[in-house]
């Protein structure tokens, strides 16, 4: 075969079929052919017309080589590579479209799906208290209906984004077990905020009857025993009102 001759179109879609039917000694460049995954190589615009109908939230899961989208539709984003006019999947993960800005990229699979944004709301459940983060496990997005996605691992509220005021001890803000409502910071290691007024502990449970307690000022008294603790309580405590 000859190599490189330059003279042929840098046309990908039926470069394979080429390969097949020509015989040897035609002008195909056999070097770019080689590096052609076996996939959708005839239809290249298919997968771009799912995309575009594709519902908000539902995820395309791609390999590396995986061809995602053209530089006639998208602009090359993060995790993808480019070769001639087409856009691959550099790693294994998840496609993501920004149609205003027409980028395409691909959120690794170890990262959180991109259904959860910066600034989104957020309601979930405290796990766990550590010296300087409290763990959530969340459970839904505002605005998403409420409706329960897939598990995205455990986000993280650090002491410093609990409250605008100063917070010395996260087990005076929350406790294992409560229901809280927090705002998303970033979603590379996703970090959660409760600070606002509107947000932080929705409905909690007392220590010793694991009766649900009500607001009383600005703690929380437990109906059956009495016991007083305190949160973080957002404004819409008890309301159910994420
Ligand atoms: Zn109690």
Known sequence: MIKGSGEEPESVQSSEEIEQKMPV????????????????MD??????????????????????????GTTEEFSPGVGTFLHVADIHAASTGIVKIDRKARI??????????????IGDIVVGNITGLRESVALVEIAAIKGE???????????????????????KRLDEEFSVGDIIKAKVLNT?????????????????????????????????????????????LSSDYGTGIV
């Open 188 to 232: 590379e290691n996703m970090r959660l905020s409760t600070a606002e007024k509107g947000l932080g502990v929705m409905k909690a449970q007392c220590f010793n009857c694991r009766t649900v307690m009500v607001k009383d000022n600005n703690k929380l008294k437990c109906p059956e025993c009495g016991r007083v603790e305190k949160r973080k």
């Open 104 to 117: 395409i990229s691909v959120v690794p699979s170890t990262k959180y799906p991109p259904s959860i944004n």
């Open 25 to 40: 000694g035609t002008k195909v460049e056999a070097s770019k052919v080689a590096k052609v995954p076996k996939r959708n």
């Open 145 to 167: 209906g409420e409706r329960e996605f897939q598990k995205v691992g455990t986000a993280a509220i650090h002491v410093s984004n609990v409250k605008d005021s100063y917070c």
């Open 43 to 68: 239809k290249p615009s298919k997968k771009a017309i799912e995309e575009e109908n594709m519902d908000e939230g539902e995820m395309v899961f791609v390999m590396p080589g995986d061809i995602i």
